[in-house]
């Protein structure tokens, strides 16, 4: 039996219309189960003042590893010390429907700042911040580095070394936990009753070693007369040394710090000004808050605040610790 041309045509014509029915509606259940898979996983933006410092890669890296292990999505966001950046970063954040920020403030006073992280956290986002407070309460957890002790034992082992001393503190007035290690310093000096140690200026670093350099080298270049620098962190303390070697000053001025990076590890014993760092343990920092996110996005409950210790390091127990990386 014979097929008319017309009749041939028109069941081709069928059957390519069945095909890309087919074809259009097998795209769209793909789309369909990828986008369902993707809202599936958690997901969790990260947001620290600056990446311009090994403590924040280090401890995200953390953070990265722990999501990645749970098949998650991280979102990492540099606001590079932009408060306004960052508040862009959060609202991204919840307009990705992230279930979790883990977030190093620029500012923990800055109101609209805070005001973003109630915003978030109203929505439904956990808030997880780290290394430094803020200012509002709505948040689910805070972890930090015990800064107000920091500063003391700073303070302690000043005392130890010498009996008097003129010191220059290197400041970051808008991290919080830069203001606690200060305060902890100089409420340790001022409980002393020893009129012999005082405080005879203040420099804003934002806790960078750009700034410090420029700053405590012009200070040097003024005629200050100064013996011992207290710095927030260790950034600011590896700037401030450097100064101090540019001024010929190595030895006469003596250098305090916060972190236990490795590169003030590696100048302590070898720099002559370089006394003691204190160290933070950004590891456990970025384990801790990693897992603290997954525990709040599975409804557990968690601890409003997490204090971690904090250890001095100098030549005496250097020994101890890993000078190539971070404890």
């Known amino acids: 039996m014979k097929i008319k041309k017309h009749h041939l045509l028109t069941i081709n014509k069928l059957l390519i219309e069945a095909a890309v029915a087919i074809g259009?509606?097998?795209?769209?259940?793909?789309?369909?189960?990828?986008?369902?898979?993707?809202?599936?996983?958690?997901?969790?933006?990260?947001?620290?003042?600056?990446?311009?410092?090994e403590f924040y890669p280090l401890l995200n890296e953390q953070v990265a590893?722990?999501?990645?292990?749970r098949k998650g999505l991280l979102y990492s966001r540099?606001?590079?010390?932009?408060?306004?950046?960052?508040?862009?970063e959060i609202h991204?954040?919840?307009?990705?429907?992230?279930?979790?920020?883990?977030?190093?403030?620029?500012?923990?006073?800055s109101p609209k700042l805070n005001k973003a992280i109630a915003t978030a956290h109203k929505e439904g986002t956990k808030i997880v911040i780290v290394d430094s407070p803020v200012k509002t309460k709505q948040v689910d957890c805070t972890i930090l580095s015990d800064n107000y002790k920091a500063g003391q034992l700073c303070a302690k082992t000043l005392m130890r070394k010498k009996k008097e001393a003129k010191i220059l503190l290197l400041t970051h007035p808008t991290a919080?936990?830069?203001?606690?290690?200060?305060?902890?310093?100089?409420?340790?000096?001022?409980?002393?009753?020893?009129?012999?140690?005082?405080?005879?200026?203040?420099?804003?670093?934002?806790?960078?070693?750009?700034y410090s350099y420029p700053r405590v080298k012009k200070f040097i270049q003024n005629g200050n007369k100064f013996d011992t620098i207290m710095a927030l962190n260790d950034r600011t303390a590896v700037g401030a040394l450097a100064a101090i070697d540019t001024e010929h000053q190595?030895?006469?001025?003596?250098?305090?710090?916060?972190?236990?990076?490795?590169?003030?590890?590696?100048?302590?014993?070898?720099?002559?000004?370089?006394?003691?760092?204190?160290?933070?343990?950004p590891i456990e920092m970025g384990n801790l808050?990693?897992?603290?996110?997954?525990?709040?996005?599975?409804?557990?409950k968690v601890p409003k605040k997490i204090i971690l210790p904090v250890k001095t390091i100098t030549t005496k127990n250097l020994n101890y610790y890993n000078t190539s990386g971070w404890q």
């Open 24 to 53: 259009f509606t097998l795209i769209i259940w793909l789309i369909y189960v990828s986008v369902s898979v993707a809202h599936n996983k958690v997901q969790i933006g990260s947001s620290y003042m600056t990446m311009n410092n």
């Open 65 to 69: 590893n722990y999501v990645e292990e």
């Open 78 to 88: 540099d606001p590079a010390l932009s408060v306004n950046k960052q508040v862009d």
């Open 92 to 109: 991204s954040f919840v307009n990705k429907q992230v279930n979790a920020i883990i977030l190093n403030p620029v500012d923990g006073k």
């Open 176 to 210: 919080l936990s830069a203001v606690d290690r200060i305060n902890g310093f100089t409420d340790t000096i001022k409980k002393s009753h020893n009129h012999n140690y005082q405080i005879v200026g203040r420099i804003s670093t934002f806790g960078q070693s750009e």
């Open 250 to 281: 190595t030895g006469k001025i003596k250098v305090y710090s916060v972190d236990g990076s490795k590169d003030m590890k590696k100048m302590l014993g070898v720099n002559k000004s370089a006394q003691a760092t204190v160290a933070q343990f």
């Open 289 to 300: 808050a990693a897992k603290v996110a997954y525990k709040l996005i599975d409804g557990k």
